[in-house]
């Protein structure tokens, strides 16, 4: 099969022919029909990750067809579509025991722990406890992004982030995450203000329903933060991932408000500085969110075929698997455009 591969970090990678997967006993090969490019990708490319072993085939948002079952699978079967959760839990440790999977001890993760999906087809792992089925009526596509960018948007603005109608809600960093942030955040009544340094971006943040755009390279993010929304936001999301963000995002909070970090903070950020006295003066809280478990895709899922969100609004492309390593590097830079680059492996057709 063909799949991206990079041998070192943050050396080009190429497309190229590996040898195809075969089923797990606990899992299945799927072929895949569309898998999203995002910023932990490149993470992963740069070396951030310290889970990734070379050469590498990345890939972590997917969509696509079961067409292999492992001997112990029982839910699933081939020609089943599915999209994968980008946090495959074990079921048995601690944290999966107390409901909390996204958090497993012992997670298994496409385009990190093991290859990838940037490739025609992918070994899925612990498939009875982590797939999900996706609906007849939405297209691979559009499912793409639901394995991390949507679905950790959703979970971040709706469980961790416990948004309210009426309340200001900033979210920093508008790609993918931060995009689908907003579109959450505004179907459950909030104000939004966005945050970024391109404008394009901005301009999709409105089109999606943001009230407020600040251009990030102008200076003074926290001050007009809390002017436009009269003494702060109520919650705050770092969806890009940098110790500034992370910082100004806290900053810009009233009083008892909440920040929640989606980005991920790797590299030099590792440890990046919090402005500790507002926390303690303003009583604020500070949350992350890792992800989200498949058996919280329901309700997602649920909302979305009911028309109240519209993730297709999020794609910005589609490019073969051969455009994927010019993108990948590209992101070295600023960001080109806006919405989610997704790559179709079986070619430049669009599947449904």
């Not at 972590?60 to 079952?69: D, K, P």
């Not at 020609?79 to 944290?95: E, S």
């Not at 943040?205 to 936001?233: C, H, K, Q, Y």
Request: glycine share 12%; charged share 20%.
């Amino acid at each position: 099969m063909r799949a991206l591969v990079y041998e070192a970090f943050g050396e080009p990678p190429s497309v190229r022919e590996v040898e195809k997967p075969t089923a797990p006993d606990d899992g299945v090969v799927v072929r895949v029909e569309a898998t999203g490019l995002c910023r932990s990708d490149w993470h992963a490319w740069r070396g951030h990750d310290p889970e990734i072993r070379l050469p590498h085939v990345p890939g972590h948002e997917l969509a696509g067809t079961i067409v292999e079952v492992g001997r112990d699978i029982t839910k699933w079967e081939a020609g089943d579509r599915v999209v994968v959760p980008f946090i495959c839990a074990c079921g048995v440790c601690g944290p999966c025991l107390a409901g909390d999977p996204q958090v497993c001890d012992d997670q298994y993760q496409p385009g990190f722990t093991h290859w990838g999906s940037f490739a025609e087809l992918v070994a899925i792992y612990r498939a009875d406890l982590n797939l999900v089925r996706l609906p007849d009526d939405l297209d691979f596509v559009i499912a793409a992004g639901l394995g991390c960018r949507f679905a950790t948007a959703y979970r971040a603005v709706i469980a961790q982030g416990r948004v309210a109608a009426g309340e200001w809600v900033a979210v920093f960093g508008c790609g993918g995450v931060g995009l689908s942030a907003v579109m959450i955040a505004v179907a459950a009544g909030a104000k939004v203000v966005a945050i970024d340094v391109s404008g394009a971006a901005l301009a999709a943040a409105v089109e999606l329903g943001a009230a407020v755009t600040i251009d990030a390279s102008a200076g003074d993010i926290v001050a007009r933060i809390l002017d436009v929304t009269d003494g702060g936001a109520h919650l705050s999301i770092d969806a890009l991932g940098s110790g500034g963000t992370a910082f100004d995002s806290i900053a810009s909070l009233r009083k008892r408000g909440r920040h929640i970090q989606v980005g991920l903070m790797l590299g030099d950020d590792a440890r990046a500085p919090v402005p500790m006295d507002l926390v303690v003066a303003r009583e604020l809280e500070i949350r992350g969110s890792h992800g989200m478990a498949a058996r919280d895709y329901a309700a997602m899922l649920a909302i979305i075929s009911e028309g109240r969100l519209d993730p297709s609004r999020l794609v910005g492309r589609t490019i073969a698997l051969e455009e994927a390593p010019s993108v990948l590097m590209a992101m070295d830079g600023p960001a080109v455009g806006s919405g989610m680059a997704i790559i179709l492996p079986g070619g430049d057709r669009r599947p449904t």
